[in-house]
């Protein structure tokens, strides 16, 4: 449930997979018809989308749900939600929540026969194992490869469970981590995996620069989110033109998504040569057939 469970080995399997399934590789045939439901108790377009249709093109049995209309609005847990599923038919549930670790609670429930596979599409500001995949799959296809890469994760790191994700598996493969942006958003838990340094320190030096939204729903009602100014954060920490052009001809722009146009980016450099925006987002729907492939062959249900 968050890409610490990963091994290296584990990642460049799923990078081949992926890539396989890219280039028109044919999904193996399942014995039998695997069910599955994507549970969204957060909003979500790309991963939820993209999700679904890795499930589709997987031959597996796509199960709607809705949170705002099943049960949970009458107080039923995500846990027994989860049994009332597994009871019905279903194999596996992509999951996001707006709590951290949420799945901890089920996996740790007392006395639990659950039997469903679990698949973690976010949790709060915790982890997003999926969007860091596909990331990775992004920066493996321009580079070959992670070792000594020089990667600047950018903007509200704090709430960002995107940053989490991708600092951690980063630097398990052998890149080199910084970081910027507002400094209240700095937490000494990065320090391990990093270092903090000015956005026009960085720019000339980088091979990957991945912006991150400014989570504005995360925030506490503070002064300084009361005045936060688009402008002034665009001309501080943002991708603005000047920046762009300072940047190495072999590097990439990331961003997960969705952009807030101005403030981390400059609008007209979402599509710019160097962004690497779309890529990722197609890139998503392979990286997650093969992560559903990989959870149905652990848990022996495909054949
Ligand atoms: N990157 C990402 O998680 O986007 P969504 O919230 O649209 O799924």
Redesign the pocket.
């Known amino acids: 449930m968050t890409v610490e469970d990963l091994n290296s080995k584990q990642v460049y399997n799923l990078l081949e997979r992926a890539a396989y399934f890219k280039n028109g590789g044919r999904k193996e045939n399942f014995k039998r018809q695997i069910n599955v439901a994507n549970l969204f108790f957060e909003?979500?377009?790309?991963?939820?989308l993209s999700f679904t249709m890795a499930e589709k093109k997987l031959g597996l049995n796509v199960f709607p749900f809705a949170a705002e209309t099943s049960s949970v609005q009458k107080g039923e847990s995500l846990y027994d939600t989860l049994l009332t599923m597994s009871a019905i038919g279903i194999d596996l549930a992509v999951i996001r929540h707006p709590q951290n670790n949420y799945y901890q609670h089920i996996l740790e429930q007392p006395g639990s026969k659950l039997n469903i596979g679990l698949l973690n599409a976010?949790d709060g500001s915790g982890q997003?194992p999926s969007?860091c995949l596909l990331d990775l799959m992004t920066i493996h296809e321009e580079f070959g490869h992670f070792n000594k890469l020089k990667i600047a994760i950018v903007g509200d790191l704090k709430n960002s469970r995107?940053a989490r994700s991708n600092m951690q598996l980063l630097k398990k493969l052998g890149a080199d981590i910084y970081f910027s942006g507002p400094s209240e958003w700095f937490t000494s838990e990065f320090n391990e995996y990093g270092q903090y340094l000015p956005l026009d320190e960085l720019i000339p030096k980088i091979d990957v620069l991945m912006l991150l939204r400014v989570q504005h729903e995360r925030h506490e009602e503070t002064e300084a989110e009361k005045n936060f100014s688009e402008i002034k954060y665009h001309q501080q920490f943002g991708l603005t033109v000047a920046r762009y052009q300072k940047m190495k001809s072999s590097a990439i722009v990331m961003h997960?998504?969705?952009i807030n146009r101005g403030v981390e980016m400059a609008s007209e450099l979402v599509e710019a040569p160097r962004s690497r925006f779309v890529r990722q987002m197609t890139n998503g729907v392979y990286m997650r057939m093969a992560m559903l492939e990989a959870v149905i062959n652990g848990r022996h249900i495909g054949g």
Not at 43 to 48: D, G, I, Q, Y
């Open positions: 909003n979500s377009t790309r991963t939820k976010g997003h969007q995107v997960p998504g969705p």
